[in-house]
């Protein structure tokens, strides 16, 4: 990720692409580290690792039709699935081709993917 425009409601991948959201969560491990980039500091930008935060983030989800989640690891691909079965549209952004392929290795990275598109 280069860059969150809360603003527009955009974040801006490395490559240049811009996707489009209704709201943002930055999963970026088990501790909720905010990528020195723009936007990533903004008060609209969440960041989920108690149950204060889960139930921040679903509140926020409520009335939105979509949500970008940045960040592939356990917690965000569990939001993700969250935010899923809640009815939005999710997209998950990271840096790996499939998520967790480092630490789970290429099979569990599809696994983990299917579940994803599936959900």
């Given at each position: 990720?280069?860059?969150?425009?809360?603003?527009?409601?955009?974040?801006?991948t490395t490559s240049?692409?811009?996707?489009?959201?209704?709201?943002?969560?930055?999963?970026?491990?088990?501790?909720?580290?905010?990528p020195p980039i723009?936007?990533?500091?903004?008060?609209?930008?969440?960041?989920?690792?108690?149950?204060?935060?889960?139930?921040?983030?679903?509140?926020?989800?409520?009335?939105?039709?979509?949500?970008?989640?940045?960040?592939?690891?356990?917690?965000?691909?569990?939001?993700?699935?969250?935010?899923?079965?809640?009815?939005?549209?999710?997209?998950?952004?990271?840096?790996?081709?499939?998520?967790?392929?480092?630490?789970?290795?290429?099979?569990?990275?599809?696994?983990?993917?299917?579940?994803?598109?599936?959900?």
């Amino acid at each position: 990720m280069a860059a969150v425009d809360c603003d527009a409601k955009t974040v801006t991948t490395t490559s240049g692409e811009v996707i489009s959201y209704a709201a943002c969560l930055l999963a970026t491990g088990s501790e909720p580290v905010r990528p020195p980039i723009p936007g990533a500091d903004h008060p609209d930008v969440l960041t989920l690792r108690s149950a204060a935060s889960a139930r921040r983030l679903r509140e926020r989800a409520q009335g939105v039709r979509s949500a970008i989640v940045v960040g592939a690891g356990f917690i965000g691909c569990e939001a993700a699935g969250s935010l899923s079965r809640l009815g939005l549209q999710v997209t998950v952004v990271c840096q790996e081709t499939t998520p967790q392929r480092t630490r789970l290795g290429y099979e569990a990275g599809h696994i983990l993917l299917h579940w994803l598109k599936s959900a």
